[in-house]
């Protein structure tokens, strides 16, 4: 499904897309861009793989030009742990589906989470938030969590942030499910009770 793609490119924004399941587009558009690669850390084991800095590289980003979009299966976790700083700048903002945070319970997991919640929240903060109701809510150190969890971070050298009382989901969202409610996230506010008890579990 590109069409999300194909509404930037309509209004003459190019898109470079990148994606190794398929064979190519569903429909040809002069400004979208496809190439048959995965993306994920260079050692993946998954041949011709580019990492951030390789996308960078390939497409000639520039501080501040462009929006990614990212959608792996879980290896957006190391694919941010292992990002520099130059390979983010390019980005006004990130829109990322989160995988399997039940996993923060485990300390290697937690380590990768930790380092690419560090690399991104240098340069970004979160500005909606999103869980994906095809996942559970579940039980992470006594509080519920999705999931599965979709992020958009918006760059703090392009945009001035504040805090918000905003609650998730809000009507500009729809469930990915339409069959189930969406799951409710409030104000997505948990404070630091969930960090400071995964922070005390894994350094034992």
Not at 1 to 6: H, L, P, R, Y
Not at 20 to 30: E, Q, S
Not at 178 to 200: C, M, S, T, V
């Amino acid at each position: 499904d590109v069409t999300f793609e194909e509404q930037l490119a309509a209004r003459g924004i190019p898109v470079h897309l990148f994606d190794h399941t398929v064979a190519g587009l569903p429909r040809p558009h002069p400004l979208l861009h496809f190439l048959r690669r995965p993306v994920a850390v260079a050692n993946s084991g998954l041949p011709l793989a580019l990492d951030l800095a390789g996308i960078v590289q390939l497409c000639g980003l520039q501080p501040d030009s462009a929006l990614l979009k990212i959608y792996i299966e879980g290896d957006e976790w190391g694919l941010f742990a292992e990002a520099g700083r130059a390979a983010l700048r390019p980005y006004r903002q990130i829109v990322c589906e989160f995988h399997w945070l039940e996993r923060l319970q485990s300390p290697a997991f937690f380590a990768t989470a930790r380092e690419a919640v560090a690399n991104l929240m240098r340069d970004f903060a979160v500005v909606h938030a999103h869980a994906n109701n095809y996942a559970p809510l579940v039980a992470v150190e006594g509080l519920q969590v999705p999931s599965v969890l979709e992020l958009t971070l918006a760059s703090r050298h392009c945009y001035r942030l504040g805090a918000t009382a905003e609650e998730f989901p809000t009507p500009l969202d729809a469930p990915n499910n339409p069959g189930q409610p969406d799951h409710l996230l409030g104000k997505f506010d948990y404070r630091r009770r969930l960090a400071e008890r995964l922070w005390r579990r894994v350094s034992v």
